[in-house]
């Protein structure tokens, strides 16, 4: 079976991030089966809904037998950010309606920074299609693969809930010793974890996420009101 240079060059394009996700995948496997749900929810779940933050957060409203209206406000909360990446993705590069679908669907944090950068601006859309698909193949395979060893896993074992706000963090430490001059974000996403711990602490992912959200469209328009300097 002959495979395609645009699939062979985004299967090297998303290697390393995609290794980097399978940590997290079986982590999010494993506490699908530690929470008391059955195996296949965490495939299902990855091939789904891939929301990634959202189902980790998702796992513990579905125990808690949350209403739909709280699932449906939290998961736009948590995945708003996902309209901001649209205004830069290189949609217009996937032809065809169904492509275009799965693309759009398949837009994660991941694919976001992958094809932002200076090096994907001559990328074709097979090749980014080919990207998001290996990328949402890693994610669904290792949950998979998790909550089938989730079994396997020790009841007194903690802190599996824990692993993606400790990739964020990881990732945030990058990202502020890669800044140029860009340091309010960070803080602006402090301030709005420790508002959403003191004022809605029953609700604290949503709440950060929303109070960031804000914060980042009301920087935006104070910035495009500031005279220009020459």
Not at 138 to 160: E, H, I, K, N, R
Request: hydrophobic share 55%.
């Amino acid at each position: 079976m002959r495979i395609s240079p645009a699939a062979r060059a985004a299967f090297q394009d998303c290697a390393s991030v995609g290794l980097g996700m399978v940590p997290l995948g079986l982590a999010f496997g494993a506490l699908v089966v530690q929470s008391g749900l059955d195996w296949w929810w965490a495939g299902l779940s990855a091939a789904l809904i891939y929301g990634g933050s959202f189902e980790f957060l998702l796992i513990g409203m579905v125990v808690a037998a949350a209403p739909p209206a709280s699932i449906a406000l939290s998961a736009f909360l948590v995945q708003a950010r996902h309209v901001f990446y649209a205004l830069s993705f290189p949609l217009h590069r996937v032809r065809g309606r169904l492509a275009r679908t799965y693309s759009t669907f398949a837009l994660t944090d991941e694919a976001y920074a992958l094809t932002a950068g200076e090096q994907a601006r001559d990328w074709s859309g097979p090749r980014i299609l080919w990207l998001q698909f290996f990328m949402h193949l890693y994610w669904a395979g290792s949950a998979t693969a998790g909550a089938l060893l989730g079994s396997l896993v020790p009841d007194g074992v903690t802190g599996l809930d824990f692993a993606l706000t400790a990739l964020f963090a990881v990732l945030a430490l990058d990202a502020i010793r890669d800044l140029r001059g860009d340091l309010p974000t960070p803080v602006l996403a402090l301030l709005c974890a420790l508002g959403a711990r003191l004022l809605f602490p029953g609700q604290l992912l949503p709440a950060a996420f929303a109070l960031f959200t804000a914060g980042l469209l009301a920087r935006r328009l104070a910035t495009r009101r500031k005279p220009a300097h020459v």
